[in-house]
């Protein structure tokens, strides 16, 4: 295993059970080995016990934030929607946190989803998580039967294969273009601050498909979406998607067909994008997860990179900056309004 991520990865435990057991939080949501080679899956820890069983790794995929607004309130007593909070403090829980999903719960509190005395922040420097579409298409899509992680690379072998693969090389396309490999808000840190990476162009992908005609443009939309299924599973991971009832969902008003229909799959995508304007945080989960391979960043990161031309700001980076979506002010440029 890979010393740095096997030292962070005691001190994870280690913290836990302390919380856990002096009782200072509910639960920590975290991550246990997966059920297949390089896979981590999300854990949530209850008792000290529980706490033995966590890992950090370059694994770790899923931004764990999405966790976070539905176990607190899991943990509240039962109430009516018009009821007051219960008087004296909630149960608090604590969460992994690395750079990104750091900004992600950074957006939660900044929109209210959570309260910031109810969470403990653990805090970790991040390296990168690992595509497995990378590694997949390096060892030709055979099937990986063991793995495991150095420091620097990663170990895989199968049926008449053994490989060992550069960590860099397979790391994940948003993580290549991290400029946020630190946790923003931090209770606690485990393991050690990481240098920044250097990015030259954090978007080479929406400048390649900027510099296409209309027509391109919407002929490489077209063609990205077309193998969509509608699982939802990008919506699902999303730590930005805590509403109660999803526009897609929604059946008074329809807003949008539940068909393949290219219609109907394309305000999906266009919408949802939208919807993560000014709050993304390219922690990649959404692309991740899904099943068909769809770069859909690609639509978040455009948002993304307009955000930063037009208002300066980046979604979670700073706490207190104001969001630039949700934010009115009399000096806001208002000619484009009918
Ligand atoms: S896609 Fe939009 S409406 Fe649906 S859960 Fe996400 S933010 Fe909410
Ligand atoms: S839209 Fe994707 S990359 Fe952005 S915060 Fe949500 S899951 Fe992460
Ligand atoms: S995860 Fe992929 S297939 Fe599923 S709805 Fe999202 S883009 Fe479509």
Redesign the pocket.
């Known amino acids: 295993m890979s010393q740095i991520n096997s030292k962070i990865t005691e001190e994870i435990r280690s913290k836990v059970k302390a919380l856990l057991s002096a009782e200072e939080i509910a639960a920590f949501v975290g991550f246990i080995d997966g059920t297949l080679p390089m896979t981590a899956r999300p854990f949530t820890a209850r008792s000290p016990e529980d706490a033995d069983r966590l890992v950090f790794n370059s694994f770790c995929v899923v931004n764990p934030a999405v966790y976070l607004p539905p176990l607190l309130k899991s943990l509240e007593p039962p109430r009516r929607p018009t009821d007051p909070l219960p008087e004296g403090p909630l149960p608090k829980v604590g969460i992994l946190a690395t750079g990104c999903w750091s900004r992600n719960i950074s957006i939660q509190l900044q929109e209210n989803q959570i309260a910031r005395e109810r969470v403990v922040v653990l805090g970790t420097g991040c390296r990168g998580m690992v595509d497995m579409r990378k590694v997949g298409s390096i060892i030709d899509g055979r099937e990986i039967e063991k793995a495991y992680e150095l420091d620097d690379r990663i170990s895989v072998s199968g049926k008449g294969f053994s490989e060992e693969i550069l960590l860099e090389d397979v790391l994940r396309d948003n993580c290549l273009t991290c400029i946020c490999p630190n946790p923003v808000i931090m209770d606690h840190r485990v393991g050690g601050q990481v240098p920044d990476r250097r990015v030259d162009n954090r978007f080479p992908f929406v400048d390649e498909i900027e510099s296409k005609s209309l027509d391109k443009r919407w002929e490489w939309f077209q063609n990205e979406?077309s193998?969509?299924?509608?699982?939802?599973?990008?919506?699902n991971v999303c730590p930005l998607c805590y509403c109660p009832t999803c526009f897609v969902d929604d059946s008074r008003p329809q807003w949008v067909g539940k068909s393949l229909d290219p219609a109907d799959?394309s305000i999906?995508?266009i919408l949802r994008a939208f919807h993560c304007a000014g709050r993304c945080t390219n922690c990649g989960s959404?692309e991740t997860?899904?099943?068909?391979?769809?770069n859909?960043r690609v639509l978040t990161s455009k948002l993304t990179k307009d955000v930063i031309d037009l208002y300066g700001t980046e979604a979670g980076v700073d706490s207190d900056a104001p969001l630039p979506l949700t934010t009115y002010s009399e000096t806001d440029r208002q000619d484009f309004m009918v």
Do not use: D, W
């Open positions: 979406i193998s969509c299924i509608r699982c939802y599973a990008c919506r799959t999906f995508h959404c997860v899904c099943p068909m391979g769809i859909m």
